[in-house]
C-alpha cells in the first residue's frame, strides 16, 4: 500500500447538519456494552466549535507512544490500557495524537476527526495491534478482516475489524466462514463511513 492520504475531514457543522441532531446520544462503551465504571461521561459539547478533544496527547508523530494508565480512547473514553491486545494510535503532523481502545474505534475518529474534535492537521501515522501477534503494527501497512460477526467475536467492544500484519493471514481468517470473503479484507485507505459504522455507528453522526 502506498497511498498514505488519509480521507478528508470532515465539517462539523456539516456531520451535525447531516444527523439532524446537536450531538451524538451517549451510550455506556461504543455499543452499549462495556462496563459503566470503566466509561467517561462521553460528548460534553458546550456548542463551541473551537472545542478541543480531551483525549489528545502530545505525540511524537514518527514512532508510537507508549500506552499510559491515564489515556482514554478518544471515541468511546475506555481506558486503553485495559485492552492491549486490541490498542491503536494515531498521530497528526501537528504533534498531536489520539489513542484508542480498539480498531473499531479507529476506524470512526479516521473517517470523522472533526466530529471526534481532532485537530484540524493531516494524519501522519497509524498503528494498530497485530491480532495474531501482539504487536504493535503501522495502520497504513496492516491487513483489516471486516469481521461482522459477534458470536465469532471476544472483543471488549462486541466486535472490531481483524488486524493483521501479513495479507496471507487475514485472507485465511476470512476463508474460514462462508458469509465473509476476500473482499472483506481491505487497507486502512479503504476504510469510509459505511465501513466504521459496521463497528461504531452509535459514535458516528
Not at 55 to 65: A, G, I, T, W
Request: contains cysteine; charged residues 30%; hydrophobic residues 35%.
Amino acid at each position: 500500500m502506498t497511498d498514505r492520504s488519509p480521507l478528508r475531514p470532515w465539517s462539523r457543522r456539516r456531520l451535525l447538519a447531516a444527523a439532524g441532531v446537536g450531538s451524538v446520544t451517549g451510550l455506556a462503551g461504543c455499543t452499549g456494552g462495556g462496563d459503566a465504571d470503566d466509561v467517561v461521561d462521553p460528548d460534553d459539547d458546550d456548542g463551541d466549535e473551537d472545542a478541543r478533544s480531551p483525549h489528545l496527547v502530545d505525540h511524537p508523530v514518527d514512532e508510537p507512544l507508549s500506552f499510559e494508565s491515564d489515556h482514554l480512547c478518544g471515541v468511546c473514553t475506555m481506558g486503553v490500557v485495559n485492552y492491549p491486545e486490541r490498542n491503536a494510535q494515531l498521530a497528526h503532523e501537528n504533534g498531536e495524537g489520539i489513542p484508542f481502545c480498539s480498531p473499531g474505534c479507529l476506524f470512526a475518529y479516521y473517517v470523522a476527526p472533526d466530529h471526534f474534535d481532532g485537530p484540524d492537521s493531516p494524519v501522519a501515522n497509524v498503528w494498530v495491534t497485530d491480532f495474531d501477534t501482539g504487536e504493535l503494527i503501522d495502520g497504513f501497512e496492516a491487513y483489516y478482516a471486516l469481521e461482522r460477526d459477534e458470536l465469532r467475536a471476544d472483543d471488549p467492544m462486541k466486535i472490531d475489524p481483524r488486524v493483521y500484519a501479513d495479507e496471507e493471514t487475514a485472507l485465511e481468517y476470512v476463508r474460514q466462514y462462508d458469509d465473509l470473503s476476500e473482499d472483506d479484507v481491505i487497507g486502512l485507505e479503504e476504510v469510509d463511513e459505511d465501513v466504521a459504522r459496521i463497528y461504531r455507528s452509535t459514535r458516528l453522526p
